[in-house]
C-alpha cells in the first residue's frame, strides 16, 4: 500500500494543487473528507475515466476502514494509482500499434521471420527464435497480440 508521503512525491507542486481544488469542490462541508459515491464525479472531473469495476477496486485498496469517505491523503493514493493505470494502458496502445505494424502480412499473427526483420541488427537469428519460443505460450508457431503483449510486460515493456 502507498503511503500519502509516496503519492504527494509520485506527484508535481501543480498536480497536487489541481487534486486539492477538485477535492474540496466536493468536500461541501469542509470537514475533510468526501463521500465515496462522489468520486466518480471528481474523476470525470480531472479527465479520468475509470470503469465502475476499476473505481470499486481502487475504493477498496484506499477506503481500508469501510467508512465510506475519503480523506485528501487517501484521495491523493487514489490519483497516483488511477495516474499509472491511463498510463498502462497507453502503453498497451503503443504496443499493439508495434504489433500491427511488424505483422506485414495482416494475418494478425507474428511469424518467427516478421520477429527476424523487425529485430534485425538488435539481436541474432538463435536469439530471436529463443524469444518466439518463449513468447509463443500456445506452442502454434504465430504470435498473436495477447502473447505479444504478455511477453513484452513480463520483460518490462
Given at each position: 500500500m502507498m503511503?500519502?508521503?509516496?503519492?504527494?512525491?509520485a506527484l508535481t507542486p501543480q498536480q497536487v494543487d489541481d487534486f486539492q481544488s477538485a477535492f474540496n469542490?466536493?468536500?461541501s462541508d469542509g470537514g475533510g473528507e468526501i463521500s465515496t459515491r462522489e468520486l466518480l464525479k471528481v474523476f470525470k472531473m480531472l479527465g479520468f475515466t475509470p470503469t465502475k469495476d476499476e473505481l470499486d477496486e481502487i475504493i477498496e485498496v484506499v477506503d481500508q476502514d469501510g467508512s465510506g469517505e475519503i480523506d485528501f491523503d487517501e484521495f491523493?493514493?487514489?490519483?497516483v494509482m488511477q495516474l499509472k493505470e491511463e498510463s498502462k494502458s497507453q502503453d498497451e496502445t503503443v504496443l499493439k500499434d508495434a504489433f500491427r505494424i511488424l505483422d506485414s502480412d495482416k494475418d494478425s499473427y507474428l511469424s518467427v521471420a516478421e520477429l527476424s526483420v523487425a529485430l534485425a541488427g538488435a539481436a541474432s537469428e538463435d536469439e530471436i527464435k529463443e524469444l518466439f519460443d518463449d513468447a509463443n505460450k500456445k506452442g502454434d508457431g504465430k504470435l498473436d497480440m495477447d502473447e505479444f503483449l504478455a511477453a513484452l510486460q513480463a520483460n518490462g515493456h
Open positions: 503511503t500519502a508521503e509516496e503519492a504527494r512525491g469542490i466536493f468536500d491523493l493514493i487514489m490519483m
